[in-house]
């Protein structure tokens, strides 16, 4: 029977940093498996943008270009979803979903977060199409239109401010403020941003189109895109597993600890994209997973360096054998 096979490298998560970081380390003539569990992010976006010469371009087109490059170069690509990971005398076994295990002598994990929704009726269904949060993945294509800022945080001022860069029709929805200190209102009434008291109760649709928000009070106001602060979902059994993360979903506060070459406190972890830096766009992720397999590829050629010293002195040095 013929062993099991070991990878040089498990990338856990198939969006724009774990293909990056595959091709790379197919590149460096690694054996590289991605498990995709075909969840990006971004799917629900009709494009990508800031990622230079791919501007406009649907994410599902730029992750399966990514996926063709990482075969080109004799990488793997599983479909199906890690659930746990654990190391085994210096090897890392990652389970998935389906039962089937990988062994690889390092682990990259560039699965991501979800992204949890004010609870706010019709906004889910609204995410990625005219409710967004990014002003350079989305300010181009909305500018002059009218914006609405849900406020969930006292940073949605500061949100408010920088959309006024690409419309002056700006509505600042207090939503879950209170009140505002005198500064902020101070400069929301600078830049002629409108400020709407009260929860909002609902997303107005009609003809498959946002027309506005209805408040709780029954005040209803005009709005052409929502503008919201979604919370990174990060619980993952793979990183609770390798104890990187708490049961309840706390990971070195919003985001996965790393230092700047995506290396985590667990040895022979890297992590990249938007894991470790919730604000990363799709090409600062990619450029992430880049950063993060060629650290991982330099920590392999130091062990397998380490390894061939050892093999060469015991081959020069043999053990007396025993008569």
């Not at 890297?270 to 830096?277: K, L």
């Given at each position: 029977m013929a062993p099991e096979k070991i990878y040089d490298v498990v990338v856990v998560g198939g969006g724009a940093a774990g293909l990056s970081a595959a091709v790379t380390l197919s590149r460096a003539l690694r054996s590289v498996v991605v498990i995709d569990a075909g969840e990006p992010r971004n799917g629900r976006s009709p494009e990508v943008h800031g990622f230079l010469a791919h501007e406009g371009l649907p994410p599902g087109e730029?992750?399966?270009?990514?996926?063709?490059?990482?075969?080109?170069?004799?990488?793997?690509?599983?479909?199906?979803?890690?659930?746990?990971?654990?190391?085994?005398?210096?090897?890392?076994?990652?389970?998935?979903?389906?039962?089937?295990s990988l062994r690889s002598r390092r682990l990259l994990i560039a699965s991501g977060f979800e992204d949890e929704l004010p609870e706010v009726t019709g906004i889910n269904k609204r995410w990625g199409r005219d409710v967004l949060h990014c002003p350079y993945c989305h300010g181009w294509e909305i500018r002059d239109r009218a914006i609405g800022i849900l406020a969930t945080e006292p940073a949605a001022v500061q949100e408010a401010l920088l959309f006024r860069q690409w419309s002056g029709n700006v509505t600042f929805f207090q939503h879950l403020l209170e009140d505002l200190d005198s500064g902020d209102r101070e400069q929301l009434e600078a830049r002629s941003i409108r400020v709407v008291k009260g929860r909002v109760a609902a997303l107005e649709i009609s003809q498959d189109t946002l027309r506005?928000?209805?408040?709780?009070?029954?005040?209803?106001?005009?709005?052409?895109?929502?503008v919201v602060k979604p919370t990174a979902r990060t619980e993952s059994p793979v990183l609770q597993s390798l104890g990187l993360q708490q049961a309840d979903g706390a990971a070195q506060g919003r985001h996965l600890g790393a230092d700047p070459n995506g290396l985590t406190t667990a040895a022979g972890v890297?992590?990249?994209?938007?894991?470790?830096?919730?604000?990363?766009?799709?090409?600062?992720a990619a450029s992430a997973g880049v950063k993060a397999a060629t650290a991982i590829n330099a920590d392999l050629v130091d062990e397998d360096t380490r390894l061939a010293v050892e093999a060469a002195k015991r081959a020069a040095f043999p053990p007396a054998v025993l008569s």
């Open positions: 730029l992750l399966a270009a990514g996926r063709t490059e990482v075969r080109a170069y004799g990488g793997e690509i599983l479909q199906g979803r890690a659930v746990s990971a654990r190391k085994e005398a210096g090897i890392f076994i990652t389970e998935l979903q389906d039962r089937r506005g928000l209805r408040v709780a009070s029954g005040q209803s106001v005009a709005c052409d895109y929502l890297w992590a990249a994209g938007n894991i470790c830096d919730p604000t990363a766009e799709v090409i600062t």
